[in-house]
């Protein structure tokens, strides 16, 4: 185990000094981009350029989808029972080891419906246990809460790219189609490779958990800084105005227009088989309606919610600029010949979730990455013969896998936590050495 952490240690002050911010990441990659173009396609430097302007604004219904798998995620956790279930599920904990493998199901649990609410829930169900805990080591506490978004989120319901291939009129819909979540997230084999993933982390968690005399056990302090979410007052002056903002009457009728919409068009389109990006988001957004009970609370948790939305709306419309440049350059048809030489259709699936492993690592966004990628991986799972639905769960995989290893998710929870991405990075990286053969030899079995 301490080799392990000196490694991760290691790892983490590689990223630190050598990986940038996401944006700039971003920006490397669009210049990356155009000299493959120039270079490697033989497209006229004005032509790529043109591309690339005229490609900033192609996915902005995307952009925006994205946008509120994050928001509404982040309203439903902090919702009332929300909050109420945490502190329910907090008291689960008997011991410490219960207390890490409780945290661990929570948050796969939380991002197979939403990543948001698992960045925000797992968060705050942190200081909750912590609470009752205070002989539970800290660190493994945080990295179990980070679980989630490494290993479930995008298997589930707010999963990027399934959602989006599901959804009638996105991006891709000419090349492969409308393909149902019933053939990728409902399928037999990725609700199975789901549920072991989460039952081998789990108990990972309670072995990892150190004895009582090598446990690092939160700052008293730390734990009174820990943040809640207030909700605002009412104001004592009286007027219609107050009173509207301040009763449940809106928030009511919403929630209920949208629970009838939803189950009508349910009915009206073959049940769960009809969910897609825009339905899963809209029944999360009636859902915070409802629970926030007053437009004032919704309103407060909004402008809460809003403030982590800055990296989606600065960083598409680069990746879009991207895909802009793939799709009007001729790259696509190179980079699809070059994945076609080097994979068989058994081996292709694997092959996808290996290296979307890797381009995670510098390309932390699920979404604005299948924009760049989606266009030639699907080109050469055409001419090999391979599922689109297997190219988009291997992707979905892969993109999930070094999140465990990547500080940029989990920048929010380190936030809250009042904690650095090295004090996690042993526990976490023994976790992606456990879960990376796991689930490549699942792909390898599949193809």
């Not at 179990?144 to 319901?157: I, K, S």
């Amino acid at each position: 185990m301490e080799t392990l952490v000196r490694i991760a240690e290691a790892l983490g002050r590689f990223s630190a000094r050598f990986v940038p911010s996401a944006f700039s990441i971003a920006v490397l990659l669009s210049l990356l981009t155009m000299g493959l173009a120039m270079g490697w396609a033989d497209a006229a430097p004005a032509k790529v350029l043109d591309a690339w302007g005229g490609g900033f604004w192609e996915l902005l219904t995307f952009s925006m989808q994205m946008a509120l798998v994050m928001f509404t995620g982040y309203l439903l956790a902090l919702t009332p029972p929300v909050r109420r279930l945490l502190v329910w599920a907090a008291g689960l904990a008997r011991t410490p080891r219960g207390a890490v493998a409780l945290m661990a199901g929570v948050s796969m649990g939380l991002a197979y419906i939403n990543w948001g609410l698992s960045l925000v829930a797992s968060a705050m169900l942190v200081r909750f246990v912590a609470r009752r805990r205070p002989d539970v080591d800290y660190r493994l506490l945080v990295a179990c809460a980070y679980f989630g978004l490494g290993a479930t989120w995008h298997a589930g319901l707010s999963a990027s790219a399934p959602l989006l291939v599901a959804t009638p009129g996105h991006f891709l819909e000419k090349s492969v189609g409308v393909i149902p979540i019933d053939r990728t997230l409902f399928s037999p084999f990725n609700v199975g490779l789901t549920v072991v993933v989460v039952v081998g982390l789990v108990l990972l968690a309670w072995a990892l958990h150190p004895e009582p005399g090598s446990v690092v056990r939160v700052d008293p302090a730390v734990l009174e800084t820990l943040g809640d979410f207030v909700p605002p007052e009412r104001p004592a002056e009286k007027s219609f105005a107050v009173w509207l903002d301040h009763a449940r009457v809106l928030n009511l009728v919403f929630g209920v227009l949208g629970l009838v919409w939803l189950g009508r068009y349910l009915w009206m389109n073959g049940g769960w088989r009809a969910l897609n990006l825009n339905v899963v988001n809209f029944t999360f957004l009636v859902l915070a309606v409802l629970l926030h009970g007053t437009p004032a609370r919704l309103i407060k948790a909004s402008e809460e919610a809003g403030g982590v939305l800055h990296g989606i709306v600065l960083q598409f419309p680069l990746y879009a600029g991207i895909y802009g440049i793939f799709k009007a350059t001729g790259l696509t048809d190179r980079i699809g010949e070059l994945f076609v030489s080097m994979s068989t259709r058994s081996t292709f699936p694997a092959i996808v979730y290996l290296y979307s492993g890797v381009v995670n690592y510098f390309v932390p966004s699920g979404g604005s990455k299948w924009a760049i990628e989606a266009p030639y991986l699907l080109e050469a799972a055409k001419t090999l013969g391979v599922a689109p639905e297997k190219v988009v769960l291997a992707y979905a995989w892969g993109d999930m896998a070094t999140d465990l290893i990547q500080p940029f998710w989990a920048l929010p929870l380190l936030a809250v936590a009042k904690l650095e991405f090295k004090d996690i990075l042993g526990f976490l990286l023994v976790a992606f050495l456990v879960y990376l053969p796991l689930v490549t030899l699942a792909f390898f079995l599949w193809g």
